[in-house]
């Protein structure tokens, strides 16, 4: 159907144009633009992608702190002139993105997911996945790195929603993970190097840390 693009890409950078937790407006447009790259090399439809890309994180729990019925997306798509079936496709699309725990399955069941899903965990790894972690880890007042502090290997969403840990565990818990849980081959091609240069950050910062103490 006939929707107007236009308005759903100038809501959405209004929604997010202050976000200071790595969910930010050049998020969303490197996760869209990422996400239809993808969708060429497999069967998706882009209209689909391209809108459940823009509004992946419009209702995130990590950013209106609640699990609601996804009213900014409603709304958005509302405005740009959908019917409710396609509102609801995207929704379902939406539903099926996002990590929940590294003990949890986040299979998803269309091309469209698939495809969002890996462009978002792309931006999710790498130098950006890095400076995002830290961004959202000191939004949330978290600390960089606390040594007595292990991993958790999360067994449920509600678990993995309540972690407050420090962010150098949220390496352990979700960034190193990502490379074995994506959909297409075009992403797991691009995630490996993205993961490489995290295992050497990681080398680098406990190196760096350890130097002091060092005798
Ligand atoms: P997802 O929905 O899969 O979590 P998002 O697009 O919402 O993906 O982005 C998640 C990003 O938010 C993480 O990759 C990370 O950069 C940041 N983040 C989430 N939880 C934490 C955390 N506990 N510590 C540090 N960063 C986090
Ligand atoms: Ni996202």
Known sequence: ?????????????????????????????????????????????????????????????????????????RKIMADAGADSMLTDTVIRIIGQVSFKGAGVDTTTDCPEAQVVQDADRLDAIGAIGIARAFAYGGAKGRAIFTPQQKPVNHQSFEEYRNSNGHTINHFYEKLLLLKDRLNTDYARRIAQERHSFMEYFLVRFFSEWNEPFRT
């Open 1 to 73: 159907m006939d929707i107007d693009l236009n308005i759903v890409y100038a809501e959405v950078e209004k929604l997010c144009s202050s976000d200071s937790t790595g969910h930010d407006w050049w998020h969303i447009r490197r996760v869209t633009a990422l996400a239809l790259k993808i969708a060429e090399t497999v069967n998706a439809c882009l209209q689909l992608v391209e809108l459940a890309a823009l509004l992946h994180d419009a209702d995130d729990w990590k950013l209106t702190g609640t699990e609601t019925d996804y009213p900014n997306t």
